[in-house]
């Protein structure tokens, strides 16, 4: 028995004209979880959102909230709710009324309308602002005032497509949190489309990493970090080194290793490295960046054909290294992560 607001999206297809733009996914988000859609630019992510919300049609497949396929319900009669990234508040109209505007299409008396927006500008913590029209508001503020209009009808799903990109980096740090925390306390679902790693990795409970249309894992955050299951996965999710190296049945086979798992070391020590020389230094405060290209004749093959080690700072400066030194990249046989093909 499904909860009522549980998420099915079943071999769902999105095709504009010829080209398909969500090509058949299927993904369940339960009740109550934050889900990022995670992707580089035109991998799906809005089309897939839109559908879910009713803005968009299906070319195929079903979409489910509870038990009910909800494909052909006009996006106010779903149970989902969506923020926009540019906000769309109405401009000519207050923060109160702006929050209130859907009450109003359904019929609700003002006084009452009028209530129920304080207590949802309460909750964004916007309530001296009620008499403020948008264009005396900061980004930060505009974004609050948008999350509190989209959840005065009560969804059971709020549907987010990159709501912190318009903000500076300070504030988007600060407005993340906040996301995070009223998702907690409203205990629905939150579908926030991103193309940041650090944010899908930072707020979700299951990050549904998407390519071409199609999705390439759905997994926690950590499950997505340490066991990426694609080579595309390890890439977009940063901080891996993608190494073709000999398989133990013979044959080849792609591994990724953790770029703070690999150590620089003496030579010849280490269960499984190869020598090389530096091509970059990169220091980041508290993990110093080195890049190594790996010596011809060995049995690596590296993405890029660079190698990433993250020391940890102080390591790093206890030992350093310089462009074009010559150095060994180790690791462990435990820190090996095999892709599939
Ligand atoms: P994302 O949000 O991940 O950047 P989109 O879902 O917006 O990706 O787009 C996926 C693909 O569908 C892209 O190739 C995009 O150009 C195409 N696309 C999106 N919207 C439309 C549309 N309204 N008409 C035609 N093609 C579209
Ligand atoms: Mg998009």
Request: glycine share 10%.
């Amino acid at each position: 028995m499904a909860d009522k607001g549980d998420i099915e999206l079943a071999a769902v297809l999105k095709r504009y004209g010829s080209a398909i733009a969500v090509d058949s996914i299927s993904l369940k988000i339960p009740a109550g979880t934050y889900c990022c859609l995670l992707g580089p630019s035109g991998c799906g992510k809005s089309s897939t959102l839109r559908m879910i919300a009713g803005h968009e049609d299906v070319s195929d497949g079903d979409i489910l909230l509870g038990n009910e396929v909800i494909n052909d319900l006009p996006p106010a009669r779903r149970g989902t709710a969506m923020m926009f990234q540019n906000y769309a508040l109405f401009p000519h109209l207050d923060c109160i009324d702006n929050v209130a505007f859907s009450l109003k299409m359904k019929g609700v008396a003002k006084a009452e309308r009028r209530a129920r927006a304080m207590e949802l500008l309460r909750l964004v913590d916007m309530q001296d602002y009620a008499a403020r029209l948008p264009a005396q508001l900061s980004g930060g503020q505009q974004q609050r005032i948008a999350l509190a209009r989209a959840l005065i009808t009560g969804p059971s799903a709020l549907l987010l497509d990159e709501p912190l990109s318009a903000l500076d980096p300070f504030l988007r740090a600060r407005m993340r949190e906040e996301l995070k925390r009223l998702q907690k306390e409203l205990g629905i679902s939150f579908i926030h489309v991103t193309h940041s790693q650090e944010e899908a990795m930072a707020l979700a409970d299951l990050v549904v990493v998407m390519n071409r249309g199609r999705i390439e894992q759905a997994a926690s955050a950590r499950a997505v970090f340490n066991t990426p299951r694609t080579a595309f996965v390890a890439r977009f999710i940063g901080g891996h080194n993608i190494v073709e190296a000999p398989a133990d049945g013979g044959g080849r086979q792609r591994i990724s290793v953790r770029a703070d798992r690999a150590a620089l070391t003496a030579p010849g020590s280490g269960e499984a490295g190869f020598g090389g020389t530096v091509r970059a230094v990169e220091y980041l405060g508290s993990v110093v960046h080195v890049g190594i290209s790996p010596n011809g004749g060995t049995d690596f093959a590296v993405d890029q054909g660079e190698f990433l080690v993250a020391v940890n700072e102080n390591k790093f400066f206890a030992a350093p290294v310089a462009l074009g030194d010559a150095v060994s990249v180790s690791w462990k046989l435990e820190d090996i992560h095999v892709l599939e093909a």
